[in-house]
Every structure is written in C-alpha cells, then in structure tokens.
C-alpha cells in the first residue's frame, strides 16, 4: 500500500509519516515543501490546484494552516483565509482523492468537534458533535464532506492534544512552556487531554490495514490527562530544577472513551511515553545552553 501524508512538515504529520516509513510502509508526502524523510515528495497546498494523487492507494490528512502555537483561535484576525484553506482546501483535496482513484482517506480531526458539551460529559464517538469555536466547526464540516464521499472508505479521528519526542528543526508544542518554567516566570494553570504520537501514528497504521469494508467512519483517540504542574514537577526532576510549580487547573477537560479503536487491538502506552520525550527535551535545553 502507498500512502500519500500531506503536513508531514508539520511535527504531528511527521510522527505519523516516520512511524509507517519506520515499518516499511511505503510514504509519499504532500506539501509545500519535501519533508525531513527520506521519503518521495510532490507539491500540495490547501490554497492551490488538487495534488497528483496518482498510484496513491491511502490518504492520510494531516495538514492544517494556523496560527502558529494556536488550533482554537488560530484563525488570528482573518477568519475568512483560515476556512478557505482549511475547509475548501480540504474539500478539493477529498474531491481530487475521488477522481483519482484513492481508496481509503483518513482525516485528522478534532476533539474540538465536541467543544460545546458542558464539563462532565463523557464524549464519545455516539455523541452528536456540538463544536462551540470555528477550528472545531472546520473539523466538523470536513468530516461530514468525507462521510457522504463515494467510493471511499474513510475515516475522522477524533484526537486529543499529540505529543512525542523533539524533531531537528522543528518547534515543539511544549517550547514556550518549558522556556517559561526554566526562566522562573510564571505558569498559568491548565489541564489537558494528550496522546502519544507514536499512538496516534499506530492506529493509523491499523485503520488503513483493516480489511475493505471495516472502516469506521469515526474514531476517538486520547490517553492521558495531563496536569501541567504534574507535568512541570515530572520535568524538573529529570532537569535538576528547582521552580515553583504553577497550582494544580480548576477545571479539566472532558474525558474522551476510547472504546471503538480499542475494540480493533489499539492500546495506547500512558504515562510511560512522558518519560522519554521529557528526557530529550531537557537535553535539547542543556545542549543548546552549553
């Protein structure tokens, strides 16, 4: 099977990307730009012509424009432009995965789709999507354009926040957090739910492995709840700091079941993927301070 990756730029696109090139799945990547990979590249944009898609048996979805650091919000102030890439870009690119022939599509979404359910409602894959923020409302529209695309079997994966290990020459999601804690500034509390994204990554690899017709159109992806004091306090023992903590968050987010991807072998590894993200990290900062 050759799968076709498009924001494998992008640190989520490029876990996803690694993960099957690493287990010997063939990867063409689409974009702007080739990848770090050692990887086939042709162009793509959200805002250009449909990419040429030929020989491709899977998509995977995976490129978002954003402002940078931001998925809630990140339309910044031009609204217009962040559904114009996001919502026709990606509709283009489902139409053009028809026409030439894809067979299977995978698209990542959001748990943003379910951003308007108050706090305590469990979510789940048979709960009716209520985004409350036009990055969840994208999500849902793109979701439902690759739902009702024929002769496709697709599906939406419904990830938490993704983690994983540094990428040479790329930002990390928790860089600005991290700088802050070793400068002694202050932390605003906050909880979260996070995945791996070498987890992410491997219910890729199953969903596109499954035989014809066991698609399911959506799935929810999470694992853990993460706290950033318990993630700061976790870090600065393996550093060797010593900093306040910022107080544990008043409020955490809902918690997403993961039942239907479980049910087809996914188990996601825990609080045990921290550790060694942390540990690169923390060596990345003492390198790059000598």
């Known amino acids: 099977m050759r799968i076709g990756i498009t924001g494998a730029t992008g640190q989520v696109g490029h876990w996803i990307a690694a ?27 959200l805002d250009g012509p449909p990419p040429d898609l030929s020989g491709i048996d899977a998509l995977v979805h995976a490129a978002f424009s954003h402002v940078p650091g931001r998925y809630r919000g990140g339309e ?5 432009r962040f559904v114009r890439l996001n919502r026709e870009g990606t509709l283009r690119l489902f139409e053009a995965a028809r026409t030439q022939g894809v067979r299977r599509v995978l698209f990542l979404s959001s748990r943003a789709v379910y951003g308007g359910w108050p706090p305590g409602t469990p979510l789940n894959e048979a709960l009716p999507p209520r985004p409350d923020a036009l990055y969840g409302q994208v999500k849902l529209d793109a979701e439902e354009a690759l739902a009702a695309l ?7 994966l419904r990830a938490t926040g ?29 909880a979260g739910t996070e995945l791996h994204a070498d987890d992410l990554a491997a ?65 996601p590894r825990g609080c045990q993927g921290l550790d060694p993200v942390l ?12």
Do not use: Q
Request: charged share 20%; glycine share 8%.
């Open 279 to 290: 540990r690169a990290l923390a060596v990345a900062r003492i390198s790059a301070n000598g």
């Open 162 to 190: 993704v983690y994983g290990p540094p990428v040479a020459g790329m930002p990390h999601k928790w860089d600005g957090l991290l700088d802050a804690f070793h400068a002694g500034a202050r932390v605003a509390p906050r």
């Open 203 to 267: 219910a890729v690899a199953l969903l596109l492995t499954l035989p014809p017709g066991r698609m399911p159109a959506v799935v929810c992806l999470s694992d853990i709840l993460l706290d950033r004091r318990d993630l700061l306090a976790h870090y600065a023992r393996i550093a060797g700091l010593r900093r306040p903590l910022p107080p544990a968050a008043a409020s955490v987010p809902n918690a997403m079941r993961t039942d239907r991807i479980a049910a087809l072998g996914w188990r």
């Open 150 to 156: 024929p002769g496709i079997e697709g599906t939406s």
């Open 76 to 80: 910044g102030d031009d609204p217009d």
């Open 19 to 45: 993960h099957l090139l690493d287990r010997g799945h063939a990867v063409v990547t689409l974009g702007r730009n080739p990848s770090r990979l050692s990887a086939p590249h042709r162009t793509f944009a």
